[in-house]
Structures are given as structure tokens and as C-alpha cells.
């Protein structure tokens, strides 16, 4: 704050015919008082007692206006400073949660690494696997078309063995029809043969029925 001019410490010219300060009226007529000059002045004391005070309060006023301004300045201070401290939590928020982010991706990455391996041997081991199923493979066929050479000579024998076999189907077939007959012919020839039988038993019973009634018959004389 600028200071306020001082104005008491300015002396002001003594009036004519006034004494100075200190002086003992004596003069150089033998100590008698001068006679008046002139009409007596105004002290100048309140003027400048208005004018020191006007200066005082219009250094007060800027003095205080000043001081407000700074308040102003200093409240404004305190509320930038509790913004950029409220920005620097919200940053150091996120940033723990970048680093936070950058952990799980780095620990994400770490097992998307692993598994990468993982897949890669088990890629490798299932390429072996598909190698050895290709050797596998081609055995098989080989196999395979060894089996269908021999599928071809068996049907070839197969239809020559299912000529014989018709054959003997068809001669299969002639015997049973001449088994058929014969088991008729064996049946009429046990028919005749019971008959046959039937027909001596009567024969038999017949002869011995004759026998007895011959020997029951009465013998002739003898002749003499």
C-alpha cells in the first residue's frame, strides 16, 4: 500500500507580523512590540488535517480494495488449488487403474503366451499323430487292396465252387427223388409183406386147423 504523503511534516511560512517560535519579543527598538501590519490569517491546520485526511481515505479505500482483491485472488488460489488437487486424485485414480489395466493385460498376455505354447505343442504333436496315422493309413490300404485281390480270386473260386454246387444241388435233388421213391417202393413192399404175413398166419391156422380135424376123422379098416 502506498504511503500517504506527509503533509504535517511540510512547514508552512509564518504569517507576516507573527512570532516565531522561541522568539522573546525583544527587537531591535528596545523590546517594544511592533505595531500590526495587517489583518490577522486563518490557521492552515485543517486544511491540511482534511486534505491528510482525504489521502488517508483514499489510501483506505484502495488499501481495502486491494486487500479484497486478494482475498478474491487468494479464495480463487484456494479453489484452483483444490481443483488441481481433486484432478490430481482423479488422475492418480486413473492411473492405479491404468496400471491396474496394464496388469491384467500384461498377466492376460502372459497366458495368451502360455496357452500360444500350449497350442503350438500340441499342434507339433498332433502333426506327429497325423504322420504317424498317415503311415498307419497307407498300411491300411495296402492291406485293403491286398484283401480286395484275395476278395476277387475267393469270388472267382466262389462262382466256380457255386457251379459245383449247383451241380450237386441238382444231383442232391435226382437222389432225394429217387430216395422218395424208394422209401414208397420199401413202404408198398412192407404193406405186402405184413399182408404177405397176415396171409401165411391164416395159411398156418388153416393147415393146422385141417391137420386136426383130419386126425379127428375115423380110420378105415384094415383089409385082412
Known amino acids: ?47 491540511v488535517l482534511g486534505i491528510v485526511a482525504a489521502v488517508f481515505f ?63 505343442t500340441d499342434l507339433e504333436a498332433a502333426k506327429a499323430t497325423a504322420a504317424d496315422t498317415q503311415i498307419l493309413l497307407d498300411k491300411a490300404r495296402l492291406i485293403s487292396a491286398d484283401f480286395q485281390q484275395q476278395m476277387e480270386v475267393a469270388k472267382v473260386a466262389s462262382l466256380k465252387r457255386q457251379g459245383e454246387v449247383e451241380v450237386a444241388r441238382a444231383e442232391t435233388a435226382v437222389a432225394q427223388t429217387q430216395l422218395a421213391k424208394a422209401k414208397t417202393d420199401l413202404a408198398q413192399l412192407e404193406a405186402k409183406f405184413a399182408e404177405s404175413e397176415k396171409t401165411g398166419a391164416d395159411l398156418k391156422a388153416k393147415l393146422a386147423k385141417a391137420e386136426k380135424d383130419l386126425a379127428a376123422l375115423p380110420k378105415p379098416p384094415a383089409k385082412k
Open 58 to 120: 483514499v489510501s483506505s479505500v484502495v488499501f481495502w480494495s486491494r486487500v479484497g482483491a486478494r482475498d478474491v485472488t487468494i479464495e480463487q488460489n484456494k479453489n484452483r488449488a483444490a481443483q488441481l488437487q481433486d484432478g490430481a486424485v482423479l488422475l492418480q485414480a486413473q492411473l492405479d487403474e491404468t496400471k491396474a489395466s496394464l496388469l491384467r493385460t500384461q498377466t492376460l498376455t502372459g497366458e495368451a503366451k502360455a496357452d500360444s505354447v500350449r497350442n503350438k
Open 1 to 47: 500500500m502506498p504511503e500517504a504523503p506527509d503533509h504535517a511534516s511540510k512547514k508552512t511560512p509564518a504569517p507576516a507580523g507573527a512570532r516565531a517560535p522561541g522568539d522573546t519579543g525583544d527587537t531591535s527598538n528596545g523590546g517594544e512590540d511592533a505595531p500590526p501590519s495587517g489583518p490577522a490569517k486563518k490557521s492552515p491546520l485543517p486544511v
